[in-house]
């Protein structure tokens, strides 16, 4: 929302351009053509940008003749993202503010709702991604020690059936390792697979094989795949869903229970809503959950 040259592309039912004239640190001062009741006219702002929550401004749309000052910033929230939209206009003739008053209060708020809103929260679930875990009955994902060994080889075509229906995969550097570890009868296939596969590291020295992709950061792997299936422990899960980067978690859950072990994620906080109807698959119960 404040890479404001950008606004053009991103709602373009409200906004046709945006011509920067001056920029300081976190202040910039701009001319907008706006698009509203069916008209477009001419918008100067000067706004603050507030690091990691939004931007406060001031506008005069000279043109229309009315003022306001603007605020739009986001906050986390037990069930995501609070979006605190607040728009104060002030309209200078006071004929106008008659007529406009209602149509800027309801009509034009709604349409605001509908152009900007709607299409954030599209652009954010866009760039959110699925967890994928292979888990015991009773929910590990590996013994204490990090061993698979309770998981037949046998469900690892799904695995790979499914890594292929995203397109790419992200994993947490230990994850790449453990993959790593595995018999070369297991290892070939994933590694044939056509699709992107991202490993996240802390580790500026990190050289994987040939066609791996290393990234230093979870949003930069989001940035290289939006959309993508993380297949990972619950180092990098948690991060994924403390940050409100993860729409849907698929498990596909093995019949064995192994006691105690790693669970995939810290479940403190998040709420899962459990997808109705989904398929199972020869070996494994599957397990759907959008995440709210
Ligand atoms: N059953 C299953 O479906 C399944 C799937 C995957 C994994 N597993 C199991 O999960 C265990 C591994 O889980 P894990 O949680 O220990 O490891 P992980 O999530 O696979 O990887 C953790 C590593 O990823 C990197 N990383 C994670 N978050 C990061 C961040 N925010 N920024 C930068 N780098 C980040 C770090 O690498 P550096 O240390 O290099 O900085 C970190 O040590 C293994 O036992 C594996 O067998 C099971």
Redesign the pocket.
């Known amino acids: 929302m404040t890479d404001f040259e950008k606004l053009p592309q991103y709602f373009p039912k409200v906004a046709e351009a945006v011509q920067i004239n001056k920029r300081g640190e976190n202040y910039l001062e701009m001319e907008a053509t706006v698009k509203s009741f069916g008209k477009k006219f001419q918008v100067r702002m000067k706004t603050q940008i507030i690091p990691g929550k939004g931007f406060i401004s001031d506008n005069d749309s000279y043109q229309f003749g009315t003022s306001g000052h603007e605020e739009f910033l986001l906050s986390p929230h037990a069930e995501g993202t609070l979006i605190d939209y607040t728009y104060q206009v002030n309209i200078h003739k006071p004929w106008l503010r008659l007529i406009a008053t209602p149509l800027i209060r309801w009509y034009s708020m709604k349409y605001w709702e509908k152009a900007v809103i709607d299409e954030l929260k599209k652009i954010l679930e866009k760039n959110k991604t699925t967890l994928?875990?292979?888990?015991s009955s009773d929910g590990f994902?590996?013994r204490e020690d990090?061993s698979?060994d309770f998981?037949s080889e046998n469900v690892w075509p799904n695995t790979l059936n499914l890594y292929l229906q995203y397109g790419a995969i992200i994993?947490?550097?230990?994850?790449h390792d453990?993959i790593q570890s595995y018999d070369k009868e297991l290892v070939e296939p994933f590694e044939k697979l056509t699709i992107k596969k991202i490993v996240?590291?802390?580790?500026p020295d990190?050289k994987p094989k040939d066609g791996y992709t290393v990234v230093?950061?979870?949003q930069e792997a989001i940035a290289l795949a939006p959309d993508a299936l993380v297949?990972?422990?619950?180092?990098?899960?948690n991060?994924l869903l403390k940050n409100h980067l993860v729409k849907k978690i698929i498990h596909h859950e093995v019949p064995v229970d192994i006691g105690e072990g790693?669970k995939p994620f810290d479940i403190e906080g998040i709420t899962l809503v459990p997808i109705e109807n989904v398929q199972n698959i020869e070996g494994v119960t599957v397990r759907e959950y959008r995440v709210l």
Do not use: C, D
Not at 171 to 175: A, L, P
Not at 200 to 203: E, F, H, K, R
Not at 231 to 237: F, V
């Open positions: 994928y875990n292979v888990v994902i590996a990090g698979e998981i994993m947490g550097r230990k994850t453990t996240v590291t802390n580790n990190f230093h950061s979870p297949s990972s422990g619950p180092t990098l899960n991060f790693i």
